[in-house]
T-cell receptor, first 111, second 116 residues
């Protein structure tokens, strides 16, 4: 069975600093995707970044980057130069067709 | 481009009533997903369709829930009869399936359902 675990229910960071959100997963699939989604108070789910499991190179998207360790089944998200608008719930998700989501990490940005 | 459209955005109903949630996926997407989000259980997949065909409904909580996708541009999730424990935010998402993998899912704004 697929499982996704986010071990940090809450994180906080000073504006302009860097923060890393953790995610581990378990799957028997060999080919799949990993995603980070952001959910601000508006509750809209917004795709932040995507990683294909077959790619060794870590994905980056502007201030967002991932550290993908396939053997360890780890997929962390690094946010550089944190901004107030980054404050949200962040969900890690894994799957080939259907996605399994973690429980989320609430990120607070301190001005 | 229009994103995933859901209606209504908010629904308040009394226990025992029928509730129908609607979703219009992104044009050209061939996979559609219905999720439920609650504080206790997080984000759960209820059912998903590929090319309008239901593929996996193992997440549907019970027979009171049903979902249809009569064409590529419309899907419904129906709860009959509704119960207070069905109160949640229901999301619809769509994606483009390429081969065995489905690419990123794009979510609608959600429907907040309250059953009193």
């Amino acid at each position: 069975a697929q499982t996704v675990t986010q071990s940090q229910p809450e994180m906080s960071v000073q504006e302009a600093e860097t923060v890393t959100l953790s995610c581990t997963y378990d799957t028997s699939e060999s080919d799949y995707y990993l995603f980070w989604y952001k959910q601000p108070p508006s509750r809209q789910m917004i795709l932040v970044i995507r990683q294909e499991a077959y790619k060794q190179q870590n994905a980056t998207e502007n201030r967002f980057s991932v550290n993908f360790q396939k053997a360890a089944k780890s997929f962390s998200l690094k946010i550089s130069d944190s901004q107030l608008g980054d404050a949200a719930m962040y969900f890690c998700a894994q799957g080939a067709q259907k996605l399994v989501f973690g429980q989320g990490t609430r990120l607070t940005i301190n001005p | 481009d229009a994103g995933v459209i859901q209606s209504p955005r908010h629904e308040v109903t009394e226990m025992g009533q029928e509730v129908t949630l609607r979703c219009k996926p992104i044009s050209g997407h061939n996979s559609l997903f219905w999720y439920r989000q609650t504080m206790m259980r997080g984000l759960e997949l209820l059912i998903y369709f590929n090319n309008n065909v239901p593929i996996d409904d193992s997440g549907m909580p019970e027979d009171r829930f049903s979902a249809k996708m009569p064409n590529a541009s419309f899907s419904t999730l129906k709860i009959q009869p509704s119960e207070p424990r069905d109160s949640a935010v229901y999301f619809c998402a769509s994606s483009l399936r390429g081969g065995r993998l489905a690419y990123e899912q794009y979510f609608g704004p959600g429907t907040r359902l309250t059953v009193t």
